[in-house]
């Protein structure tokens, strides 16, 4: 089975500035899927960012963008003009194109200090 | 909200009681997921459920049952459980005929095993 590995448990960031989170992954396949999902406290977990594996342009969307190495199968995420609302645990998500399973990390909670 | 409903949202039993999880999603998706999250493990997938057939049992214990009575519903039915049971029981469902498409996920149900 394919594994996510989320090194950083926690992180920090000043208002207005950038952090990265990291998100390395363990595969065979060439062809897949990436998320990053956030989960706000007691809120529900929604879809950040996504990537397909086949495409070498990195994902953007607004403030949030991926740094997307394939060969060392890395799969950063970058918040930019980080907000007070950008606060929740961040995870790592694999798909592959063949099955119905998707595979998580152990996310990283993200504080944002005003 | 992401369209997925789930309750209870809290629930508080002994290992002795019989109760259910209900999750019900309103965005026509053909695959519907139960996850377990811990803190600091990543999420473990318990169950999948496409076009409302079992495809995945990730080697969860008998004392979970999940059914799936149509693409929209999905159940866990718990009994006699284990105090480190106690987690939130997430739901999810997706629209597989689209491998990039992501998951949807419910707001969680916190279980409490006493």
């Known amino acids: 089975a394919q594994t996510v590995t989320q090194s950083q448990p926690e992180m920090s960031v000043q208002e207005a500035e950038t952090v990265t989170l990291s998100c390395t992954y363990d595969?065979?396949?060439?062809?897949?899927?990436l998320f990053w999902y956030k989960q706000p406290p007691s809120r529900q977990m929604i879809l950040v960012i996504r990537q397909e594996a086949y495409k070498q342009q990195n994902a953007t969307e607004n403030r949030f963008s991926v740094n997307f190495q394939k060969a060392a199968k890395s799969f950063s995420l970058k918040i930019s003009d980080s907000q007070l609302g950008d606060a929740a645990m961040y995870f790592c998500a694999y798909r592959s194109v063949t099955g119905n399973q998707f595979y998580f990390g152990t996310g990283t909670s993200l504080t944002v200090i005003p | 909200e992401t369209g997925v409903t789930q309750t209870p949202r809290h629930l508080v039993m002994g290992m002795t009681n019989k109760k259910s999880l209900k999750c019900e999603q309103h965005?026509?998706?053909?695959?519907m997921y139960w996850y377990k999250q811990s803190a600091k493990k990543p999420l473990e997938l318990m169950f999948v459920y496409n076009f409302k057939e079992q495809t995945e049992n990730n080697s969860v214990p008998s004392r979970f049952s999940p059914e799936c009575p149509n693409s929209s519903h999905l159940f866990l039915h718990l009994h006699t459980l284990q105090p480190e049971d106690s987690a939130l029981y997430l739901c999810a469902s997706s629209q597989n005929r689209v491998m990039s498409n992501e998951q949807f996920f419910g707001p969680g149900t916190r279980l409490t095993v006493l």
């Open positions: 965005l026509g998706h053909n695959a």
């Open positions: 595969t065979s396949e060439s062809d897949y899927y």
